[in-house]
């Protein structure tokens, strides 16, 4: 569980408030307001705040005085419309900012993506906890193969348990070192009186990249669409995939058509090449092609044959 | 009045609807939400939607779990510190979206600012209203002659008249062009049966800068400021400087405390340069300094004596 | 021919300076630098500077001490992976930038590219030259009866007449009144000593949408490829496409294998929906298929059929 | 030094080869071309390319067919008019490149500059090598007490020396780890071949965060001025404050007159809020002012008698 019971009490308290609103409001997404999604071992995510909804996306294609929205049918039309043609701005116009708790790693992967706004906890000025992730067993792979960045089979047995014994380990003395050079415990109680203790700015480089750290992260639905298109995908490593599957479910309840036609036009779907094009009209004509006479490589014929859903 | 009776109604509408949510309000910027506020002849703001408000900033700036707020006055002192350090990151997780109606010319100043998002009525799509921007008489200015980007004196007699039935006269015949190479009326309906009408993409060429377009604009508090701080100075064309009033007085009621901060340490406040400060130190020190070996230009020194209210 | 001999020669002089650099350099590009390529019957588009090649995309993606590549063969599979997997930021690395002579209506899409530099000619400080874009004949298209956004058939006759007619008669109208008001002919000399004349940020409001400006436009390669796959588009407005093709070339200078793989997988590639993808699974498993089975609408049936190749 | 003799050789490789080009070309700059200049304990900064001068910002500001440029005196007096009023733009039509070797927890603060185009070294991809940022003994400073994210005294003696032995050794142990983990040497060797070895994606986090990552870093002249001017404040942490003084030489030499105006309008300046102005100009009028009836807190009132040279 990773919320302490008063930050428990003080989201409670946060949702117990309720205050009427002339704002587009989500029903759906205020069930779920403020409420910490676990990820990983001691991570979350949580929805703070958002701004608009399917509509009003709608109202903004349309630059309408009032809603903007005709039959249901119509409005789903043009978000499906907009989504097909990569139409985006109107998508823009929504909004959504989220608090998340997650290992330091994990955090540098994720702001890669400019376009949203952050505010990250400072280990300048505060004292970080000790919490770092341990990889489950059921994700403690080897390297890859066949691909120099990702994952191959299950690591087990000895090698397994020795990973995990010294991904703990180390983690732990890293934290004791931590500590030590600040002079303060965890809750910020002195240690030594007769020592001055390391400034919080350096004390920090003594943590590794499993430890968690927390943000709130603000961003308007195209481009968490986009983060969510890459960082959902089979190639992201798990770690980010697993904070990008929690959010897939939070944009679900906040703009259901939105959601289902970014499955329909972009999660579900897929890019072919200009030669990968070629190949499929010859499939469709009957002739018969080899990926020697395609022009494509091995790793492209195999993976245009997995989306055609052929035999390699 | 900017607004048709069918406008006005669709925002008496959506002005109705009250629902609770759980998410941050602010009563005083739900008073005005969607109401159209008055900005030239015949253009306008509308706040359409927001999220956040103070608390929301100091909320980010602690990475809370609930509120994150204090007593007001420590936050109010948090909100003072965070502008007056320019630690901008905070200020960015609120957000804000107007409707504006403006003239193509204001238009093409403002989407300069390109950290925000936009949506523009298509007039590939639809067809432009009969509407152009006319100066007020008080507007009416000549060329000044020291500052080649700004106006000087005011035109008046028949120079002025002159002005205004030109201005007028090229706009109306503009758009009898516009529409008699579209073959089709404001409202819609072909003129002349026999003709194909030109392509709505090409026709809108022929109207000049001062008819008015519309948009949903949307951007966060910190971008906000930036814009209001370039865009409410008196270097400012008038005629965005007139939007940039109107949204002061909305971030007026929707973050009170970060707008007083804003005008504490940003609009009232002032920049030395090196060469400023030094002399600025001298005059403290009771040094008589001239402009010649102050190393300022003379309109420098001008601009530093008036900053410092003192004759030039 | 859009350039004064004045122009032609402070072209020609900078065409003639040659300095040695320890800077990657495209030899096929300096070979047109500061050339204008003729866009549409004014404009132009110049390359002004450059930075990077293909080498430097191979460099950056091996974060490199030296040149970062290594056979040509590997370099271009190299690139050609990133391009495939949509790696972007190798590709941010090289940046380009034009001066670009273009009517305003073309400008006020162009803008809305975001990630780019610009500084546009200032008609609030300068006066606009007497140059219009008048459309050749084989693009006097009629609103399009199918695509709300588009082109339809060629006028011809006396309507096309009658439109060119206009377009010309109005511009020339416009700029009439403009200099008029502003009491200054288009080299600047005074028209009426008695006379003031109006501001400058004023007067050009009474110019048309299709006036050229010209504005110095920078950004960095990856960026680029995206205003080229959406501005050379078919469903693009003919005015802009026309730059983008002029672009276009020059990119096949810069990065040749940049722009072979671009074309590869970008522009000469599709994008399939979910539903699409399993019609195309059914069609190649020899099946058949019916648009009104298929979950697709028409008009995305009748466009799945023209990119594979299909009688619709 | 930072470099081995197989990075020596590359860099030194590309130095020697010179090409000539019609680009604006910066002779000071070139000479230090590609040249690491060492920052920390392992860390540096190279410049691989740039694009434009000083006169490319004039050129720019003035939408110019040729150089733009004019008698040098107006064109300094330009581009500090440019500087003094903040119009950025021009200065976007400069860019730079960078190498850079620095610790994680650096790179973490730096990538929070969003307006830049970023290549990280992977380690999801490659083998970090075992280098760490130690301290030197000047630089292990005590946390402040007046400052909560700032650094006070210096440690000494035992205290001192036990940090630096602690962040030594925790550093080396978990390069011990994650080489363990791997399975692989530093320079790829399999330690063990009845192992599998860890992911590289996962091994990874058992690193500090004083690691040091390399990338290519590139940006506008503006949009690095801002950098610098945040980065290289005395509040800023000493780690990246040592970046960017390194950083600021090279913009001594690639735009001179450019890094003049910088120092004079921005870096050399001062701001005063509405309240500090209010009291400067009462002490230039020669009238008595305290604290406590300025409206200026503690902090604000010693913080502005620094800036104006004044007994606090």
């Not at 049918?73 to 043009?78: F, I």
């Not at 708790?101 to 000025?125: C, G």
């Not at 180390?170 to 303060?184: P, S, T």
């Amino acid at each position: 569980m990773p919320l302490t019971p008063e930050q428990k009490a003080e989201i409670d308290r946060l949702r117990a408030e309720l205050t009427p609103t002339r704002r587009a409001t989500v029903a759906a997404l205020e069930e779920i307001l403020y409420e910490a999604i676990p990820v990983l071992d001691h991570g979350f995510v949580r929805v703070i705040d958002y701004m608009g909804d399917d509509a009003a996306v709608v109202q903004a294609a349309r630059v309408s005085y009032g809603k903007g929205t005709k039959r249901v049918s119509e409005d789903r039309g043009l978000i499906h419309y907009l989504m097909r043609h990569r139409h985006t701005t109107p998508f823009e116009m929504c909004e959504i900012k989220y608090h998340v708790k997650l290992p330091i790693f994990v955090a540098r992967q994720w702001i890669r993506h400019r376009t949203a706004n952050v505010n990250e906890y400072s280990a300048r000025y505060s004292i970080l906890d000790n919490e770092f992730y341990i990889p489950a067993p059921g994700q403690l792979a080897a390297q890859s193969t066949s691909n120099r960045q990702g994952r191959g089979e299950l690591l087990t047995g000895a090698e397994a348990a020795r990973v995990l014994h010294l991904l703990r380990e180390d983690a732990e003395r890293a934290y004791q070192g931590y500590v030590e050079m600040l002079n303060e415990d965890e809750g910020g109680a002195v240690r030594d009186a007769g020592r001055q203790g390391l400034a919080r700015e350096l004390a920090r480089m003594n943590l590794s990249l499993n430890f968690y750290t927390q943000w709130y992260w603000k961003t308007d639905l195209h481009n968490l669409l986009n983060f969510l298109s890459l960082r959902a995908d089979a190639h992201a490593q798990y770690e980010i995939r697993a904070y990008a599957e929690a959010m897939i479910g939070t944009v679900d309840r906040w703009v259901p058509i939105t959601a289902e036609a970014f499955r329909q036009y972009r999660l579900g779907g897929a890019h072919l090449s200009e030669r990968g094009l070629a190949v499929t009209r010859r499939l469709i004509a009957g002739e018969p092609v080899t990926q020697e006479e395609s022009g494509l490589s091995k790793r492209e014929w195999t993976e245009l044959m997995a989306t055609l859903g052929r035999p390699g």
